[in-house]
């Protein structure tokens, strides 16, 4: 059996948890007779190309579409379905299974249905929250957890919240509702004004859009039981569900577990230099602690110029606080292991952050926001730490937690579970 894995990107041109994902599947998946092959777009290229990474074939399909305003708003399709659809008829696969999709000239909707209708089987893995939550935090307002079901006012609502309009939403919601049913596009005003007033519409849109994958979609699989409930409050089809959870792409009979007592809290953060990361929350929640009693090392890839040149300068007078660069894959277990505690400070819902895994097969607990994806791994006082979302004063006191209580972490040392194979993973799929 032939699977095609869809992906935007992938290794070791990018390298983030879904990516790794992607390999690991398709590496385990061989050892159950299965054959798959990577497909990413070639961005702004008009010609396929191939290369191998693992011994995986990895097939760049022509797309020459240029990024632009309505292309990333959904008013037009990316110039390369065509290349795509040919892929398709190339390689003949049975399976095709898509780990992303978006607006742009990346995979989109419209890829989904080309595949449906080309006549196999289509899968579907959620690796995020932002596909039945428009800005990706599943938090309303940034203050409760939402129950996740897509409801046009209750997240016009929200989505004007998140994007600073908080003050004018009773201005704002009501003539939305008013410029949708007169059908005027005031997104395509180009500017923040035009699409708050289109606000309705686009969730209207976004609701719609996902409701039009039931018919496409043969399997939707969902990393986390917390997930698994909201793509079923939102209509999708129980039977077409399934629940495979996350696992660790290494083996781990090889890790072994190392204790190094230290007078220091050594903190450690792994993941993109991004807003979204939430890096800049916790060297503010440092800033306020004693130097010589906590240390921070950062490991990452550079996602955003600016956000990574101003927490350089903000950090230039910290000596506590080191800048590591990227990590690579295999060092990430023995890394963590030099360290007392992960932080893990997304301002987003984390669907299920495979470096919660890495970090407890390295024997350490994490201090993570209270986002689904985290909470569903790390319980407050057992295993790690959780904090308010995006509060930076409640992480400090998780910090201080930690300083004024010596013997604390090795508690959540004892209460940290075992990690799941990969190998397991892909015997579930």
Not at 198 to 207: D, H, I, K, N, S
Not at 250 to 272: A, C, P
Request: aromatic share 10%; charged share 20%; hydrophobic share 40%.
């Amino acid at each position: 059996m032939k699977i095609l894995q869809f992906i935007n990107l992938f290794l070791p041109y990018q390298i983030a948890g879904t990516e790794v994902y992607v390999w690991a599947l398709a590496k385990q998946l061989a050892q159950f007779g299965y054959q798959s092959k990577v497909v990413i777009p070639n961005y702004e290229k008009a010609v396929e190309e191939r290369y191998e990474y693992d011994g995986l074939t990895v097939i760049k399909y022509a797309e020459p579409t240029v990024q632009d305003r309505k292309l990333i708003m959904g008013r037009k399709l990316p110039m390369g379905l065509y290349s795509f659809k040919q892929i398709l008829e190339t390689e003949k696969p049975q399976i095709v299974h898509f780990h992303e999709y978006s607006t742009g000239n990346g995979i989109v909707k419209e890829h989904i249905a080309v595949a449906k209708r080309a006549g196999v089987k289509v899968i579907i893995t959620f690796h995020l929250a932002s596909y039945t939550c428009r800005t990706g935090t599943l938090v309303y307002k940034s203050e409760s957890l939402c129950d996740g079901k897509i409801e046009v006012g209750k997240c016009s609502s929200c989505y004007l919240h998140s994007r600073g309009f908080g003050n004018f939403e009773n201005i704002l919601l009501p003539m939305s509702r008013i410029t949708g049913m007169l059908h005027l596009d005031t997104a395509a005003w180009n500017n923040k004004v035009g699409t708050a007033l289109a606000t309705t519409q686009l969730l209207g849109r976004f609701q719609a859009e996902f409701v039009s994958l039931f018919n496409d979609v043969d399997a939707f699989v969902s990393l986390t039981s917390w997930y698994k409930k909201i793509l079923a409050v939102n209509g999708v089809p129980q039977y077409k569900i399934e629940f495979i959870p996350q696992g660790l792409p290494l083996d781990m009979s090889s890790v072994k577990t190392e204790s190094q007592q230290s007078s220091v809290v050594r903190l450690i953060f792994i993941g993109r230099i991004s807003a979204f990361k939430g890096l800049h929350l916790l060297i503010d929640a440092l800033q306020a602690l004693p130097q010589e009693k906590i240390t921070l090392s950062i490991y990452g890839q550079p996602a955003d110029a600016d956000y990574e040149r101003d927490l350089r300068v903000k950090t230039e007078r910290l000596a506590n606080i080191s800048w590591k660069g990227k990590l690579a894959q295999a060092d990430v277990i023995p890394v963590l292991q030099q360290h007392d505690l992960l932080c893990l400070c997304s301002t987003f819902s984390e669907m299920s952050p495979l470096v919660i895994q890495e970090a407890f097969t390295a024997g350490i607990p994490v201090l993570a926001s209270n986002v689904y994806g985290n909470a569903e791994q790390v319980q407050h006082g057992r295993n790690g730490l959780l904090f308010a979302f995006n509060n930076v004063t409640s992480l400090r006191e998780q910090l201080q937690y930690c300083l004024d209580d010596s013997g604390l972490m090795e508690r959540l040392k004892k209460n940290i579970p075992p990690s799941r194979s990969f190998r397991e993973v892909a015997a579930d799929y």
